[in-house]
Structure formats: structure tokens, C-alpha cells
């Protein structure tokens, strides 16, 4: 039986996620949805999620050519 797990729990040995879809025997799904660790999947647990987004790119800075001024002060 499927699940979603609303919790990290130990299921049949294995570590499982919080906010997965798992697999498990129908002993181990009842025991955890009674235990309310887990709840039956849906379709849409089971859809894969969108992909983030890429954090938008920073603005890379301007180099900026130092500027050397030339002071004369007419004594040499």
C-alpha cells in the first residue's frame, strides 16, 4: 500500500522521510496511519514536484578603470 509519510518514521527497517511516498506492507500502513504518522497517498502525492527555480543571477559589478590625476602646481 502506498503512503505518505507525515513524519520521519521506521517502517519494516528503513528509515522514512517526512513528505514521501513510500511503498510499505498493508500491516506497516495501517500501523502508521493509525499511529497518525502517515496518511494514504493520493495522485497528487505522487506527482513529482516542479523543479526549483534557479535564484536569479546577481548583477556582476562594472570594472572601473582608476583614474590617476596629474596635479601641477608649477614648482618644480
Do not use: N, W
Not at 502525492?45 to 535564484?55: K, L
Amino acid at each position: 500500500m502506498k503512503i505518505f509519510t507525515t513524519r520521519g518514521v521506521i517502517a519494516s527497517g528503513q528509515a522514512l522521510e517526512a513528505g514521501s511516498v513510500y511503498d510499505v506492507s498493508e500491516k506497516d500502513a495501517s500501523t502508521l496511519i493509525a499511529m497518525g504518522k502517515a496518511r494514504e497517498a493520493t495522485a497528487e502525492d505522487e506527482a513529482p514536484a516542479c523543479p526549483p527555480t534557479p535564484p536569479a543571477a546577481k548583477p556582476k559589478a562594472k570594472k572601473v578603470k582608476p583614474i590617476l590625476e596629474v596635479v601641477e602646481d608649477g614648482t618644480e
